[in-house]
């Protein structure tokens, strides 16, 4: 459950100082903390929370506050609740109503806070930060008079900034991934999963090949040259291996015995990598949609990248774009590999929203060159660089 906190606690002047500590109200994460709209955002976290039972979580100002601290700084868990433990200025910006020399919560609930916060309100708190930064920057002097055209009317501002735009990838740290290795990583969870089923009811354990496997396993692994025909002969065993152990725990499910909620999604997508992998030993190929790399990790997709150093990444693909003032944006973030071309437009755009006026150049790659990006450029009056489509002119 979650209950909102007295509005009062969000003063300074109700900040209980000890004696002998004076806190200085023009500190840095005073100003911030009085600039962020938390009762706007604590509405949004409420809904997380429909339950009116259990224990009461810790307030949005709390978690939000320490994550943006977290992020500021760098800091591990456990150092971030020791710096919070000793500045009294950061136990203001999180909400406390006053200082103390304990840490107001554990290293290990950062993970509840990260759970419970989006990205999509992490990224509404970036924007409102960034925009009142450049509020910041403005001197609030009378603006000059413009010059006037002919008709007598002030002349319009014309694009301003520059716009920068790349992709890039987030590389997850897992292993190369092999088909042979997830093929057997597969059957040792498999085995695991029959070991499970046939202790927790009493079941006889059905023959399934153990040693065999593991040591068809190591003898290709340990081979230096990998012949095609080799590799099709491990698939192929291995294949048979994981078959053999996915009808056994179909027989145990059909004759009434239930699999634990923490197995499911495990069985699930090992069905689904030996779908594909049978997929492709079948039709002798080396690529399929949505193609599991990981087993712990599924969600997981390969990022072609083109580089010579590693031509493949395996992690979340985003488009980050920086303005003229060095701040940057994520505009898209996906597992799933995309062209991205496509978010040129929508960058631009929010770009327009946030300032009021289009940027004056763009700077991105030649992928983002397209047809219908030059012509939208050419339309606002956008310089994008880099050459023109086509040959050369001579």
């Not at 087993?295 to 580089?307: A, D, E, N, Y």
């Not at 060095?326 to 631009?348: D, M, P, Q, V, W």
Request: proline fraction near 5%.
């Amino acid at each position: 459950m979650y209950k909102p906190i007295d509005k009062l606690q969000h003063s300074f002047l109700d900040f209980n100082q000890p004696m002998g500590l004076h806190m200085n109200p023009d500190n840095r994460w005073v100003r911030l903390a009085d600039r962020i709209p938390w009762d706007e955002f604590e509405v949004k976290y409420a809904k997380l929370f429909p339950s009116d039972t259990g224990n009461v979580a810790r307030p949005l100002r709390m978690a939000l506050g320490a994550l943006i601290i977290q992020t500021k700084f760098q800091f591990s868990d456990r150092e971030l609740v020791e710096q919070i433990a000793e500045n009294p200025y950061l136990q203001y910006f999180i909400g406390l109503p006053g200082f103390r020399e304990e840490a107001p919560f554990d290293a290990s609930t950062l993970v509840l806070f990260r759970k419970r916060i989006s990205a999509d309100m992490l990224m509404e708190v970036n924007e409102y930060l960034l925009a009142h930064k450049e509020d910041d920057k403005d001197d609030h002097t009378p603006p000059s008079v413009g010059k006037s055209g002919d008709d007598g009317t002030a002349k319009e501002d014309t694009n301003k900034g520059t716009l920068t735009l790349d992709a890039t990838c987030a590389p997850a740290n897992i292993r190369y991934p092999q088909d042979i290795s997830l093929l057997n990583e597969a059957r040792e969870k498999l085995e695991n999963m029959i070991y499970c089923f046939c202790k927790c009811y009493g079941l006889k354990l059905p023959r399934r090949y153990r040693k065999r496997a593991r040591k068809e396993y190591l003898a290709f692994a340990k081979s230096r040259k990998h012949t095609a025909k080799k590799i099709r002969s491990a698939l192929r065993r291995q294949l048979g291996y994981v078959k053999r152990d996915l009808g056994y725990l179909e027989q145990f499910m059909s004759d009434g015995y239930a699999m634990t909620g923490k197995d499911i999604g495990l069985y699930l997508t090992i069905i689904r990598l030996y779908e594909q992998q049978q997929y492709m030993y079948d039709n002798r190929i080396h690529s399929v949609e949505h193609r599991i790399v990981s087993i712990s990790q599924p969600w997981l997709r390969p990022i072609v990248r083109g580089k010579v150093k590693a031509p493949v990444e395996f992690g979340a693909k985003f488009d980050l774009s920086l303005d003229s003032e060095g701040y940057g944006r994520l505009e898209k973030i996906s597992f799933e590999a995309y062209n991205e071309s496509t978010c040129l437009i929508e960058a631009i755009e929010r770009f327009k929203e946030r300032t009021g006026y289009y940027p004056e150049r763009v700077l991105a790659d030649q992928i983002y060159r397209t047809r219908e990006n030059r012509s939208y450029c050419k339309e606002h009056g956008i310089r994008l660089s880099g050459p023109k489509l086509g040959r050369p002119s001579a």
